[in-house]
């Protein structure tokens, strides 16, 4: 691997890195939207998607966040949390994909 090569590889993770943290709101409801998961399950998914691995001081203060604002639930089951999306939740994973989608744009189309 050439020098460039290796610069742009890092780059390339600390971008997805960054941008995983900033929109991590996002990820999680978008995520859970397919389907119920565990805090660990939000995790996998997450490093499956974009090869970020975050740690469970990242994730759960996110899913709490997102519990208290009541766009998630959780059930407790004997082993686990699951965490699954409420109507709020869905409404409001649509805006917010929304809003972050036209913000990319205005990015994408700077003149």
Same mark, same amino acid.
């Given at each position: 691997m050439? +020098?460039?090569?290796?610069? =742009?590889a890092n780059i390339e993770h600390a971008v997805r890195h960054k941008c995983v943290k900033l929109f991590l709101d996002l990820i999680v409801l978008s995520s859970l939207r397919s389907r119920e998961m565990s805090?660990?399950?939000?995790m996998i998914a997450v490093? +499956?998607?974009?090869?970020? =691995?975050?740690?469970?001081?990242t994730i759960y203060p996110v899913l709490d966040t997102l519990r208290q604002k009541e766009l998630i639930e959780v059930k407790l089951t004997r082993r686990k949390?699951?965490?699954?999306l409420t109507d709020k939740g869905v409404s409001y994973t649509s805006l917010l994909s929304e809003e972050y989608g036209k913000f990319y744009s205005q990015i994408?189309?700077?003149h």
């Open positions: 050439t +020098d460039i090569e290796y610069e =742009l805090g660990y399950d939000v490093y +499956d998607k974009f090869r970020v =691995l975050l740690s469970p001081g949390k699951i965490y699954t994408m189309y700077m």
